[in-house]
């Protein structure tokens, strides 16, 4: 069975930095696209950033300059370093993943949610 398990989550105050992770629970051989989401209170689910295998990377347009997605191939996983954080990103944040296994074949797989809060 595969996990997506993060780390990283927390309190900050607004200007202040958090780095999220989120490493796959067993070695797994075939990782494609991962990335991550965020779902703030009465708001939907939205994409935050993504990376593919080969390390292409896209952002939404209300991170762009402050957060930076990254991957280790070799460790199964992806980073979010998040800098200048404002009391608009507090938010669950989700990472998500497209993985191959035999039983399943490509598939999408998402952590548990970590809670991001930005307040003074």
């Known amino acids: 069975q595969v996990q997506l398990v993060e780390s990283g989550g927390g309190l900050v105050q607004p200007g202040g930095s958090l780095k999220l992770s989120c490493a796959a629970s067993r070695t797994i051989v075939n990782i494609g696209a991962m990335g991550w989401y965020r779902q703030a209170p009465g708001k939907e689910r939205e994409v935050v950033a993504t990376i593919t295998d080969i390390g292409t990377t896209t952002y939404a347009d209300s991170v762009k300059g402050r957060f930076t997605i990254s991957r280790v191939n070799a460790k199964n996983t992806v980073y979010l370093q998040m800098n200048s954080l404002k009391p608009e990103d507090t938010a669950v944040y989700y990472c998500?993943?497209?993985?191959?296994?035999?039983?399943?074949?490509?598939?999408?797989?998402w952590g548990q949610g970590t809670q991001v809060t930005v307040s003074s």
């Open positions: 998500a993943a497209k993985i191959y296994t035999g039983g399943r074949g490509w598939s999408d797989y």
